[in-house]
């Protein structure tokens, strides 16, 4: 053992400069509440390579590089903070993420992770009871909602392919549909499946956004005509660009008429199961085969952590019916505590205790208490927009993801999607506020995901008035 590693993994030192750095970042959460920092230190990524190329810590304390890292990083903890659909961490998940970073149990196997794995399977069947998929429902997490989703159509593949494809190839032209609102990795899942871009059949969405259910029946028809064979149907709950929930119900019993499975991507919203008040958005949860929830979005743990739920267990053991023997003595068996046979990853976070300390702590009030209060700030997003002379809606919000932008009668189509593009881009360098744009029906809008708990009415109307002062400036600019 040479000096070094003696001085990498000494306890004195860790217990030091683990103090210094929780000091930190409890002044950081504080200076960010108070509003003493920006949102977004906004930085080219050209001038932001170039300080870290040419950074040296030399005999500083490692507090000083955290403290850098800090100063360079995007606050999600901010009130400003209104973009993308990340959770500010809550300060116990946090350290929850900081034991599994230490204590490293790699999860593939039970031995790998004794208490988290025990732990993760009483989250994710409570989890699954809550949404009503029954007495053979369990679950497993998982790196992200992309992976979740990925996983759940290859379970989907699994149980209802004509052919045996993970052993034989593909034999069928296979296909899913989805709405064209649905998030990109569903796309993205089904090409990596080999099923290319006629095997993603997408539903048109109606003009609120919503998967039209009744072209349903038309479409399944057409890829029968063209010998596609379809295997699952994906609902959004809610899809990601506006925030609108699919109707589940509707999917739901056109996929049990026609023997199809249900998926449901509930990356952000699924979390709305704990509100008695949004709850109801999910009406219809129940029939699905698999839903995917990301922990991240709407339950406040860091990244990254996803549940993915079955509605019958035996299903997410044959997504990878493959023979590992090195990692276990029986590879057909379904043991529940060896998780790599049903997921993606062989290592991976201790996920559960991320939400389980949450739970604990808190009790289950915390996760409906959050989702209530981010789902109320979408409407009071939207009146505030309506109510202004110049500014317009592009959809009733279902949840805390709302999309608006600035009017003008005088200015074309073209002129005012710059526009609205220009005030995003001048609140982005400016960096007190952050949102995001977004298209939608080929128009530009601004977007915003309401997704910190310290967010309120005031910094709504403030932020509005931010996007007011930029367009004046960018049309007096114009008129030059
Ligand atoms: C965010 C999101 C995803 C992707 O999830 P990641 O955890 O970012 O991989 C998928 N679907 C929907 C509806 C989402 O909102």
Not at 96 to 121: F, R
Not at 142 to 151: K, R, V
Not at 280 to 294: C, N, W, Y
């Amino acid at each position: 053992m040479t000096d070094l590693l003696n001085r990498a993994y000494d306890p004195e030192a860790f217990r030091d400069a683990g103090h210094a750095l929780i000091d930190l970042l409890a002044k950081h959460l504080q200076n960010l509440q108070e509003h003493t920092l920006p949102t977004m230190p906004w930085m080219t990524p050209d001038d932001q390579m170039d300080y870290w190329k040419n950074y040296e810590l030399g005999d500083q304390p490692s507090s000083k590089l955290f403290q850098d890292i800090l100063d360079r990083s995007i606050n999600v903890h901010h009130p400003q903070f209104m973009g993308h659909q990340i959770a500010p961490a809550a300060p116990m998940a946090a350290l929850a993420n900081l034991v599994s970073g230490l204590i490293a149990n790699g999860m593939a196997i039970y031995e790998m992770g004794p208490a988290s794995t025990a732990i993760e399977q009483i989250v994710c069947q409570q989890i699954a009871q809550k949404f009503g998929l029954g007495p053979d429902s369990d679950g497993i997490l998982t790196s992200g909602g992309t992976l979740a989703n990925l996983t759940a159509l290859l379970t989907a593949r699994a149980v209802k392919a004509p052919a045996k494809v993970w052993n034989d190839g593909h034999a069928d032209r296979l296909a899913v549909m989805v709405c064209e609102e649905a998030h990109y990795c569903i796309d993205r899942a089904a090409r990596i499946m080999g099923l290319g871009s006629k095997g993603i059949i997408k539903i048109p969405a109606t003009a609120d956004f919503r998967m039209d259910t009744d072209q349903l029946e038309h479409h399944l028809a057409k890829a029968n005509e063209k010998n596609l064979y379809v295997i699952a149907v994906i609902g959004s709950a809610p899809s990601t660009s506006t925030g609108t929930y699919d109707d589940l119900k509707a999917i739901g019993q056109f996929c049990q008429q026609h023997d199809l499975w249900f998926h449901v991507d509930g990356a952000h919203g699924g979390a709305a199961i704990y509100s008695e008040k949004y709850k109801h958005l999910l009406d219809g949860v129940e029939l699905a085969d698999s839903i995917a929830i990301d922990g991240h979005k709407m339950m406040m743990t860091p990244s990254i952590m996803t549940f993915l739920l079955f509605k019958d267990k035996r299903t997410g053991y044959q997504t990878f019916s493959q023979k590992a023997q090195y990692l276990w003595a029986d590879a057909e068996e379904a043991e529940w505590h060896n998780l790599a046979k049903r997921t993606f990853e062989c290592t991976k976070e201790m996920m559960s205790i991320k939400f389980f300390a949450l739970q604990q702590v808190y009790g289950d009030q915390l996760f409906a208490d959050f989702v209530t209060n981010q789902y109320d700030l979408g409407q009071v997003f939207a009146a505030q927009v309506q109510s202004h002379p110049n500014m317009e809606l592009a959809h009733q919000p279902d949840s805390n993801i709302v999309c608006f932008r600035v009017t003008n009668p005088t200015l074309s189509p073209r002129e005012l999607d710059q526009l609205n593009a220009q005030i995003r881009a001048e609140i982005l360098s400016d960096g007190q506020f952050y949102i995001v744009q977004t298209t939608l029906h080929d128009r530009t809008w601004l977007r915003v995901s309401l997704m910190n708990p310290m967010t309120d009415s005031t910094l709504i109307a403030k932020l509005l008035k931010r996007v007011e002062y930029w367009s004046q400036k960018a049309l007096i600019t114009s008129d030059k």
